[in-house]
């Protein structure tokens, strides 16, 4: 499995871990996958949650709104749809 399917997977599982209506950090996904090159993945992270988004399988928010993840400046959370 890629790094790209690990972190897809690390952000569903800690989504499925997670009471509903709470949102996740992508750098936990990150720091789930690496903990030691968690920061170097964080991007990563941002673009796993891109795509499970597209998929229709995550919400992308910042401040609570939705938003979409390539264009959205700054700290994001990502939460179940």
Do not use: F, K, N, Y
């Not at 972190?7 to 509903?20: F, W």
């Not at 720091?31 to 964080?42: I, K, M, Q, Y």
């Not at 992270?45 to 499970?52: H, P, Q, S, Y």
């Not at 988004?53 to 995550?58: E, S, T």
């Amino acid at each position: 499995m890629d790094v790209d399917a690990h972190l897809e997977q690390a952000i569903t599982e800690l989504l499925e871990l997670r009471g509903a209506g709470t949102t996740i950090c992508p750098s936990e996904a990150a720091r789930r996958v690496a903990p030691e090159l968690w920061r170097d993945l964080t991007p990563a992270a941002r673009d796993a949650a891109g795509r499970l988004a597209a998929a229709g399988q995550v919400e992308v928010t910042q401040g609570g709104e939705v938003v979409d993840v390539a264009s959205a400046r700054g700290p994001v959370r990502i939460r179940r749809r």
